[in-house]
């Protein structure tokens, strides 16, 4: 899923490439008896996440939670965690679980509001507790672009967002790979939950 003027590498090909090598890793692992893992892999989310959507409105109470990850490699980003006002009862476990996973390695996180602005929206206005780890876009200041980015105070995290340069040269692939690790561990925290 990206826009017309953009390749969409980092917006959304890196969240694409962590969630492929969660559903490896979960292979390899196994699934505990009496769960499944889904992987949703959505169109349209630029046009109002209507692919998203238009699946979380089927599932009603079959989805214990929803892992989002949009834009996973923002060459100049951070790692900010889901932690939305308006997010649905039990959302609260899986940003303190990211927290958790990422303190544990040491890695520093910030808290992010995304606004329903990302495929995780159709889920938490179904009800289905949602989370997800954000490495941010281009607006300055808050939540997309914290200072501990890499680029410095003011750099946009993906100086590419929706433009043509949104190619594999835009993209911090050490972030994804952590992204997917963290996700993936969050995952299986939730699945060992009886």
């Not at 939670?65 to 932690?83: C, F, H, K, P, R």
């Not at 609260?92 to 303190?103: F, G, M, N, S």
């Not at 967002?161 to 594999?168: E, M, R, T």
Request: hydrophobic share 40%; charged share 20%.
């Amino acid at each position: 899923d990206s826009v017309l003027e953009g390749p969409g590498i980092n917006d959304n090909g890196s969240g694409v490439a962590a969630v492929l090598e969660i559903a490896r890793a979960m292979v390899d692992a196994g699934v505990p008896d009496g769960w499944a893992l889904r992987i949703g892999l959505w169109g349209a989310e630029e046009l109002g996440t209507i692919g998203s959507r238009a699946y979380a409105e089927t599932v009603e109470d079959d989805i214990a939670a929803y892992l989002n990850l949009d834009m996973a490699g923002s060459v100049n980003g951070a790692t900010l965690v889901y932690d939305e006002a308006s997010a649905a009862p039990g959302s609260r476990a899986i940003t303190k679980a990211c927290q958790d996973v990422l303190a544990a390695r040491d890695e520093p996180s910030q808290p992010a509001d995304l606004g329903g602005s990302s495929d995780h929206f159709g889920f938490q206005q179904a009800g289905i507790p949602t989370g997800g780890l954000f490495a941010g876009a281009t607006e300055t200041g808050g939540a997309a672009s914290p200072s501990s980015g890499t680029g410095g105070e003011g750099a946009a995290p993906d100086p590419c967002y929706h433009i043509g340069c949104d190619d594999l040269d835009n993209v911090d692939i050490a972030r994804v790979v952590l992204f997917a690790e963290v996700t993936a561990a969050v995952v299986a925290q939730l699945m060992s939950v009886e």
